[in-house]
Structures are given as C-alpha cells and as structure tokens.
C-alpha cells in the first residue's frame, strides 16, 4: 500500500504496527495522548491484533506488569498481570464497543471509558480501583 501525503515541517508521520501495546508516561496534552490529568498513570496505546503482549519494567523500581491482549470473534481481552499501577488504556478500534467489562463489572459509559470518534479510539481510565482484566465487546 502507498501512501502520499505532505507534511509540514513541524509535523512527522509514526508508523505503529497492528498488535502493537506502548507504555507512555503522558504529563502534558502537546502530544494529544493526554493531559495534566494524565501525569501519575501509566498510558497503554494499543493496537489490537490477533494475540500480543508486552512487559513493562517501572522505572521507580517496583517491579513490572505485562499487558496482554486477545482479540475473538467481536471480543477484545485486556489483561495486566504484575504490579498494579493507575492506568489508562488508549485502544486503537475503528467501532464504538457495546460493552466494556473490566474485573466481571460492567463499566458506564462516560464514567469508567469514553469513545473518541475523531481519534477513533476507546478510553478507559483506571484509578482506583485498579482493574486487572478487561473485556471490550463490539
């Protein structure tokens, strides 16, 4: 597939690849993957694809978390097993889900995750509790 486009010269294009799960430490909105409200959280952007899974290693020395994702059917599973930190999860989907469970209780819209439509992403924002297993249905 080829893409064209032109780009300023104060905007570049990242190439991310399906599957892919990336910790961000985000403390301020410049880069449109949060905010203030964002510092103190680990930020997951992930791209779902088929089954992937990636091992963070906390820089404060607590130990790590691997986060773990399984896409079935109209099914998405979201785990993260290690040291449980306040996080959000940024996923990639191109359909706004029915349902979002996380821990077996179901989660509200508008409180527990939001739907970006612009940026086409599910926002789920985990402070406390702390919520280890999440399941996003389409």
Do not use: C
Not at 16 to 22: D, K, P, Y
């Amino acid at each position: 597939t080829k893409i064209t486009r032109k780009f300023p010269l104060d905007e570049y294009p990242v190439f991310i690849r399906q599957g892919a799960i990336i910790p961000l430490n985000v403390s301020r909105p410049y880069t449109a993957l949060g905010d203030k409200a964002s510092s103190g959280f680990t930020t997951y952007l992930i791209y779902p694809d088929d089954d992937s899974n990636f091992t963070v290693h906390h820089p404060d020395g607590t130990g790590s978390t691997t986060v773990s994702t399984k896409v079935k059917n109209d099914r998405l599973n979201i785990s993260l097993k290690g040291v449980e930190k306040p996080h959000i999860l940024r996923i990639h989907s191109s359909a706004k889900p029915i349902k979002i469970m996380a821990d077996d209780a179901v989660l509200d819209e508008k409180i527990g995750w939001t739907w970006d439509e612009e940026q086409v992403k599910i926002i789920i924002k985990s402070d406390p509790p702390i919520y280890q297993n999440y399941k996003i249905i389409f």
